[in-house]
């Protein structure tokens, strides 16, 4: 079965012979450089090569940005590039480019999901991502009462970009599924209440989710920390799946697919055991397991594979993986 056939299948509750292998994020840089002095070849360079060294079911990421290389950087990580109206006009002729991806990548696309073994997905900025970018990180989050207006201005100008893009998209090649980068909630949960995101945020959603429903496209949102109360949120304005589901966080995805049984969840595997070795590698994959037999759950680190894990241990990983992804199978 090919990889995009088992995804699909997967996500419709059609018979599938396995889960996917797959690791959706690429690793730390930091880890990649310790891998290199341990045996890591130097012909593995990009992250389709990397995960082709290691045996695994390639999973390639595909983004689209709404900002333009004209648009200016923030001058410190986190802070902003805009407070206020007269700000977002100044800014307007940098922002919402015309997207298009170049040949040579199209046809990559297109030849490695043909030869059966790559999952392809695209990300986007979700509607609190985007915002808190612009904004930076604690003016966004004050900009809910203080610019309400100038944000949803702002998210409508850019859910129109995105239908634009998703035309694109549908027209040029049919990727596996696709992610909204949100990254709203941490370890205590959302940063923001229900009243707020059901305000300034479902709107948008719900106006551009039926495209991607349309394209067939499957939807995942992306968000660290607990996300507890997201996944009912998201779910409601038609999201199909949710991750990283990050353990550090506290979340329980066996809780998940009893109150979203139709959701999928990726990642969930506890990054931070890997350094222990095989004992606790499989004790994390005995964790997840009656929850891969029982929903629509793909194993996966929960975040990028940190630099304390060896070589030898993330071989080990991949090995556990494939042999607890092999076990499930759904008729």
């Known amino acids: 079965m090919k990889a995009s056939e088992r995804f699909y299948n997967l996500m419709k509750g059609k018979p599938i012979d396995r889960l996917p ?7 730390w840089n930091l880890t990649v450089d310790r891998w290199r002095g341990e045996g890591l070849p130097a012909s593995a360079q990009s992250v389709y090569d990397i995960q082709n060294y290691f045996g695994l079911d390639k999973c390639c990421q595909t983004g689209f940005g709404e900002r333009s290389a004209a648009t200016p950087l923030p001058p410190v990580y986190g802070h902003g590039i805009m407070k206020n109206e007269a700000d977002y ?43 808190r970018e612009m904004f930076g990180i604690e003016d966004h989050l004050y900009s809910f009462y203080d610019e309400g207006d100038l944000y949803k201005r702002m998210c409508s100008d850019y859910a129109a970009w995105l239908k634009k893009t998703f035309e694109y998209i549908a027209e040029t090649f049919r990727f596996d599924f696709m992610s909204f980068a949100e990254d709203m909630s941490y370890n205590n949960g959302p940063m923001l209440s229900k009243e707020t995101f ?59 697919i009893e109150k979203q049984p139709h959701m999928a969840f990726l990642g969930h595997f506890d ?59 759904k008729n």
Not at 21 to 27: Q, R, T
Not at 99 to 106: F, G, K, N, S, T
Not at 279 to 293: D, G, I, N, T, V
């Open 21 to 27: 292998a797959i690791e959706w994020a690429p690793w």
């Open 198 to 256: 059901d305000e300034f945020l479902a709107p948008f959603y719900k106006e551009v989710i039926p495209i991607l429903k349309q394209m067939d496209v499957p939807v995942f949102i992306d968000s660290d920390g607990d996300i507890t109360l997201a996944v009912d949120w998201y779910a409601g304005v038609g999201a199909d799946g949710m991750f990283p589901l990050e353990r550090q966080a506290g979340v329980d995805v066996s809780l998940y």
């Open 89 to 131: 006009e100044r800014l307007l002729p940098t922002l919402y480019p015309e997207i298009r991806l170049p040949d040579e990548y199209v046809a990559w696309l297109k030849k490695t999901h043909d030869d059966g073994d790559t999952l392809h997905f695209f990300t986007v900025d979700g509607f609190f991502w985007y915002p």
């Open 271 to 329: 990054k931070m055991c890997m350094k222990f070795g095989e004992e606790a590698m499989r004790k994390e994959f005995e964790r997840l397991l009656p929850s891969m037999q029982k929903g629509k759950v793909i194993p996966s680190c929960d975040h990028q594979t940190p630099p304390d894990v060896s070589l030898e241990n993330y071989k080990i990983y991949v090995r556990l993986l494939k042999e607890y992804t092999a076990k499930v199978t």
